[in-house]
């Protein structure tokens, strides 16, 4: 809408700077005085195929921007040094002649140089990452370091529901190959498959619906195209390294590769176990024990979040519900475990005797 606004605006004022131009009675060419309607119109044209031009082009880069202009303005002032250097050589080894070869020489150091420069800079902006040639700044956001969405914390959906408590206020960046992999999971002809990835993009669309959630699709073609051997982990990990981010997943393996390479990863599961209530042994847990543990003599239930409760002499309570004493807590990355004892008996020894070994006791 606001650069909507901005081309009108571009319109009316070049319509009244060019009106005012054509109409003047005095220093204007005689061909203008003569076809000053035609003229009018034509400057008209070229105010709106400018437009037309930049509505055309609709991804830009600063960096583009940047190569083309310190591409032409280093290969202006190449050629004028190297104009002003060699100069007395025509006139010495040319004498009479020498200065139509200068100007022959001239032509062509301003055409190639400037040339040269720029398609040297358009290569290599990527690598040096530049608003200011061959200069990096830190970058300035809004809030904290921007975070690089994984497919496996959209199909997971707790990243949503993190984004409408307003607990992140960073920019989320959801790289494309992403976004390709979420489309190409949901085309699976696998129906398990093929949920989990519409889930994904269900939960892509309800976060870029959200009014405080700050998200975008990250444009990676150009840096894919150099990489095109590098698996999905490690575009992910390069994506972060470019923007100065974060990685958001529950995926253990990325976290491993990221924590080699010093990048810095939100592990949903890791925050999910922040949240949840802390037991410490000997608190009390009553819950129903729904069937019997892979040790002998183990009973196994289940809180409200779905946190697994392993009690140790318990398989004549399964069905029941117990109060369970706990002994320990086993809480890693890839979920967390309660062990406890039936409240009232003593500590048993945990027994790890494999049922096929029952009968040889």
Do not use: W
């Not at 901005?6 to 009244?16: D, K, Y």
């Not at 006139?91 to 040297?120: D, K, W």
């Not at 307003?166 to 960046?173: A, C, K, N, T, Y």
């Amino acid at each position: 809408m606001l650069l909507g606004i901005i081309r009108a605006v571009f319109i009316c004022i070049a319509a009244g700077a060019f009106a005012t131009f054509v109409s003047q009675t005095d220093g204007l060419p005689t061909v203008i005085q003569d076809h000053r309607f035609p003229t009018f119109f034509g400057l008209m044209a070229i105010a709106v195929g400018v437009i037309v031009v930049d509505v055309l082009i609709r991804r830009k880069r600063i960096e583009d921007l940047s190569a083309l202009y310190f591409g032409l303005l280093i290969g202006v002032l190449l050629s004028y040094l190297l104009i002003q250097a060699v100069e007395p050589m025509f006139e010495q080894a040319f004498e009479a002649q020498g200065r139509g070869f200068y100007n022959m020489f001239t032509m062509v150091v301003i055409l190639t140089l400037p040339y040269f420069c720029i398609s040297f800079l358009m290569q290599t902006k990527d690598d040096f990452r530049f608003i200011i040639p061959y200069v990096e700044f830190s970058r300035e956001l809004k809030g904290g370091r921007p975070l690089v969405v994984d497919s496996h914390a959209l199909i997971d959906g707790r990243i949503a529901e993190l984004v409408e408590t307003h607990v992140i206020d960073s920019q989320l960046l959801v790289p494309d190959f992403v976004l390709e992999d979420l489309q190409r999971i949901a085309d699976s002809g696998d129906k398990v498959r093929r949920g989990r990835g519409r889930r994904g993009l269900d939960v892509l669309s309800r976060i870029q619906q959200h009014p405080h959630a700050e998200i975008r699709i990250h444009n990676t073609s150009t840096t894919r195209g150099k990489t095109k051997s590098s698996s999905h982990d490690q575009l992910l990990i390069d994506v972060a390294l470019a923007v100065s981010g974060r990685i958001v997943t529950n995926d253990v393996n990325i976290n491993k590769i990221a924590s080699v390479q010093n990048v810095d990863v939100v592990n949903l599961n890791d925050v999910s176990n922040a949240l949840k209530p802390k037991y410490i042994p000997g608190e009390h847990v009553r819950i129903q024990l729904l069937k019997e543990g892979e040790s002998y003599g183990q009973g196994v239930g289940y809180l409200d979040d779905g946190t697994m409760v392993v009690c140790e002499q318990g398989k004549d309570y399964v069905g029941k519900e117990v109060d369970v004493e706990v002994t320990s807590v086993l809480q890693n990355s890839a979920g967390r475990m309660i062990f406890g004892k039936p409240s009232g008996s003593e500590s048993p020894t945990p027994s790890r005797i494999p049922r096929s070994s029952k009968s040889s006791d």
